[in-house]
């Protein structure tokens, strides 16, 4: 079994500080950990993921992931927030032989 | 080119109405999805299809019929429409499904109403 936490359900910043958006997994398996994210009215768009290999992981639009097994986290990060980023991101989880597993969301809010 | 695509994007339906949402993808992708996204924008995955063939239907009721007649379409079907079907139900599909790993592409959803 696996499950996502997201640390959470709003976080809101200023347009040009950090971003980070929290996730945990429990997985019993090695886990595979990938963030999606939601604009409004839209599908989800994988923003980045981790498989095997470098734990600090890139994505798209400046956004990037480290996964650190010994806090089994995968926490979201990008240093400098545009007005253009604020959506749900999602974290979810998945293991060899199982489903794609989402946490509850995360609505980033961005003020100018 | 829309990758995923759903019909329709709004409906809006009494209880105990039969609909249908279809779903199509141009990737040429083996494995298509259905997910529901709750009001609190919880999302679980419902059914999977791979090359036309059911592989993951998770704890639904049996008023919700998946059809894939090719691989790539996955319709969905609801009969006797409760109130609490109201959801965004969105399309997915991936490239083989037998890895884990793999990137799910979404369509748009569609925003199910049931008065």
């Known amino acids: ?112 | 080119d829309t990758a995923v695509s759903q019909t329709p994007k709004y409906l809006v339906t009494q209880m105990g109405n039969d609909k249908s949402i279809k779903c199509e993808q141009n990737l040429g992708h083996d494995t298509m999805y259905w997910y529901k996204q709750d009001s609190k924008k919880f999302l679980k995955i419902m059914f999977s299809y791979n090359n036309k063939e059911l592989i993951i239907n998770e704890t639904v009721p049996n008023r919700f019929s998946p059809k894939s007649p090719d691989k790539a379409h996955l319709n969905l079907h609801i009969n006797s429409l409760e109130l609490g079907d109201s959801a965004v139900y969105f399309c997915a599909s991936s490239q083989s499904g037998d890895t884990a790993q793999e990137t799910q592409y979404f369509g748009p959803g569609t925003r199910l109403l049931v008065l």
């Not at chain 1, 950090?18 to 398996?29: A, G, I």
């Not at chain 1, 604020?86 to 293991?95: G, L, M, P, Q």
């Open chain 1, 1 to 112: 079994a696996q499950s996502v936490t997201q640390l959470g359900s709003h976080v809101s910043v200023s347009e040009g500080a950090l971003v980070l958006l929290r996730c945990n997994y429990s997985s019993s398996v090695p886990p595979y950990l990938f963030w999606y994210v939601q604009y409004p009215n839209q599908g989800l768009q994988l923003l980045l993921k981790y498989t095997t290999g470098a734990t600090l992981v890139k994505g798209i639009n400046g956004f990037e992931a480290e996964f650190k097994k010994s806090e089994t986290s995968f926490h979201l990060t990008k240093p400098s927030a545009h007005m253009s980023d604020a959506a749900e991101y999602f974290c979810a989880v998945s293991a060899r032989h199982s489903t794609l597993t989402f946490g509850k969301g995360t609505m980033l809010l961005v003020s100018p």
